[in-house]
C-alpha cells in the first residue's frame, strides 16, 4: 500500500489553489456537498474563525490523490458542513488511495494538538469511508464509536431511464396518486406550469422561496433567518450558470404555490430544499411538485434522484429506499 502524505492547510485560499473537484467526481462518495466551492461558500458564511478551518492533503509523489476538509469547534473535530445545510461530508480520495490516506490521516492527526476528540457527521453508510476511517483510528490508538443521528437516513431513488418507466416501477396505488393529484390541482386550481429559475429570475423567484419557508408552520417557518437566507441566495448565484443549481415552481393558476430547490450533479438530482403556500395545502402542490422534479430529473439523463436527508413518510411513496448516513464519535486516550 503507497504511503499517502499528508499537507495541512489553515488557509481558505486552498479552496481554489488546491481545487479538488477532479476527486469528488472521481471518488464514489463524492457528492455536490463535497466539492470545494459549495464548501467554501460554506466557510464564508458560517466559519467561526479563520484558524478553525483544516484542511487535510493527501500526496503520492506529488501528486494529490486526496482531500479532507475539517472544522474546530472548540476541542472537537468536525467535517467541514453544518448538519444543518450539508448532507453529505468527509473525504474524496482516488479509489486505490482511499484506505491508504485514511491511515496516514489518523496518524498526521495524532501529532497535532488542536484537538481532543471528533465527531464526524454525514457519513453514507454505503461509500466505505465510515469503516475505513473507523479502523485506521483504532489502529492508531484512538477510541471510536457509532453515535446516534437524529437524522440518519437519507432515502433515495433509482430512476428509470423514462418517466413512463418509473411510473411502471411503482405500486399501482402510487402510480395513480401522482396524476390524480395532478389532475386535481389543476381541475381546483387552474392551469399548471413548471417554471424553472433563470438568471433573469433567480432574484424574485428566491424572494417567494424564502416567503414560503417564513409563513410554514414549526420548525420549517423559522429555518430561514438572515443568515440562511443570504447562503441560499449565494447558492444560487454560485451555481445557476453551470447547471448545478435547479429551483423549480409549480405556478396554480398563475400563482406561485410550490418550490423546489436541488442540484444537479455528476448522474443524479439532488432534492435539498421545499415550500409551499398553505393555503394550497389541501391540493397538495408540494407532491405534485416533487413528481414533477423527478420527471425533469429523468429527461435530464439523471439514474438516480437523491431526497436527502430526513425519514419522511412521503419520499417512500416516490419508491425511494432507505440509506443510512452514519456518525463516528473518535475520542484522544
Do not use: C
Not at 469528488?24 to 484558524?51: I, M, N, R, S
Not at 472544522?71 to 479509489?95: H, K, N, Q, W
Amino acid at each position: 500500500m503507497p504511503v499517502v502524505q499528508i499537507i495541512w492547510s489553515d488557509d481558505a485560499r486552498d479552496f481554489q489553489r488546491r481545487n479538488w473537484s477532479a476527486l469528488v467526481q472521481e471518488d464514489p462518495a463524492g457528492t455536490f456537498f463535497h466539492q470545494p466551492a459549495f464548501l467554501k461558500l460554506y466557510w464564508e458564511e458560517f466559519g467561526e474563525t479563520p484558524e478553525h478551518l483544516l484542511l487535510g492533503f493527501g500526496e503520492v509523489d506529488g501528486v494529490q490523490v486526496a482531500a479532507v476538509a475539517f472544522e474546530r469547534v472548540g476541542e472537537t473535530l468536525r467535517f467541514l458542513g453544518g448538519t444543518e445545510i450539508t448532507d453529505y461530508m468527509g473525504p474524496v480520495a482516488v479509489p486505490e488511495h482511499r484506505r491508504a490516506f485514511a491511515a496516514s490521516l489518523w496518524s498526521a492527526l495524532d501529532t497535532r494538538d488542536d484537538w481532543a476528540g471528533a465527531d464526524l457527521w454525514g457519513l453514507a453508510a454505503d461509500t466505505g469511508w465510515f469503516d475505513m476511517l473507523g479502523d485506521a483510528a483504532q489502529v492508531n490508538g484512538l477510541a471510536v464509536e457509532e453515535a446516534p443521528d437524529h437524522d440518519g437516513i437519507a432515502p433515495f431513488l433509482h430512476l428509470a431511464p423514462t418517466w413512463e418507466g418509473y411510473l411502471e416501477s411503482l405500486p399501482s396505488k402510487m402510480r395513480h396518486e401522482i396524476k390524480r393529484k395532478a389532475k386535481k390541482l389543476e381541475t381546483e386550481g387552474g392551469p399548471l406550469r413548471i417554471v424553472t429559475a433563470g438568471t433573469q429570475d433567480l432574484v424574485p423567484l428566491l424572494d417567494r422561496f424564502v416567503e414560503l419557508h417564513r409563513m410554514s408552520e414549526g420548525p420549517k417557518g423559522v429555518f430561514m433567518v438572515p443568515g440562511m437566507e443570504i447562503f441560499f441566495r449565494r447558492l444560487g448565484e454560485a451555481f445557476l450558470s453551470s447547471g448545478a443549481f435547479r429551483m423549480h415552481f409549480i405556478e396554480v393558476g398563475g400563482e406561485l404555490a410550490a418550490g423546489t430547490i436541488g442540484f444537479r450533479w455528476a448522474d443524479r438530482f439532488f432534492l435539498y430544499n421545499s415550500a409551499f403556500d398553505r393555503s394550497w395545502g389541501n391540493l397538495a402542490p408540494g407532491m405534485v411538485l416533487v413528481g414533477e422534479d423527478i420527471r425533469l430529473a429523468i429527461e435530464d439523463g439523471a439514474n438516480g434522484f437523491d431526497m436527502l436527508k430526513g425519514d419522511y413518510a412521503y419520499k417512500y411513496r416516490f419508491g425511494a429506499e432507505p440509506r443510512a448516513v452514519r456518525r463516528m464519535v473518535v475520542t484522544r486516550a
